[in-house]
Nanobody, 128 residues
Framework: QVQLVESGGGLVQAGGSLRLSCAAS????????LAWFRQAPGKEREFVAA????????YYRDSVKGRFTLSRDRAKNTLYLQMNSLKPEDTAVYYC?????????????????????WGQGTQVTVSS
């Protein structure tokens, strides 16, 4: 059974930084991609960033480019999301998602429907 566990959320002032972690367990060799999504109160879940696990290629939503950076530790099966220059509009529950069925690339990795495993989420609150 595949399991994803997020950590690292919290409260930070605008302009500050946080690093989220997503620890993957189980059949991690099955992953094609891992991604971060977020959902703010009253809004739809939206894509943030994704990495193709085998080759490390990344894709970001436009509003976080230059501020957020994905990295991974393959030995620990952990994905990180470094978030800098945080804004109040980044406030949301952040979810880690894993895809074991498709091999997406670029914009194709932004579709929530391709991900078959999800973590429980971690809250990020950015105060103004």
């Amino acid at each position: 059974q595949v399991q994803l566990v997020e950590s690292g959320g919290g409260l930070v002032q605008a302009g500050g930084s946080l690093r989220l972690s997503c620890a993957a367990s189980g059949r991690t060799s099955s992953y094609y991609s891992l991604a971060w999504f977020r959902q703010a109160p009253g809004k739809e879940r939206e894509f943030v960033a994704a990495v193709r696990w085998p080759d490390g290629s990344t894709y970001y939503r436009d509003s976080v480019k230059g501020r957020f950076t994905l990295s991974r530790d393959r030995a620990k099966n952990t994905l990180y999301l470094q978030m800098n220059s945080l804004k109040p509009e980044d406030t949301a529950v952040y979810y880690c998602a894993g895809d074991t069925r498709y091999s997406c690339s670029g914009p194709g990795c932004s579709r929530a429907s391709i991900y078959d495993y999800w973590g429980q989420g971690t809250q990020v609150t950015v105060s103004s």
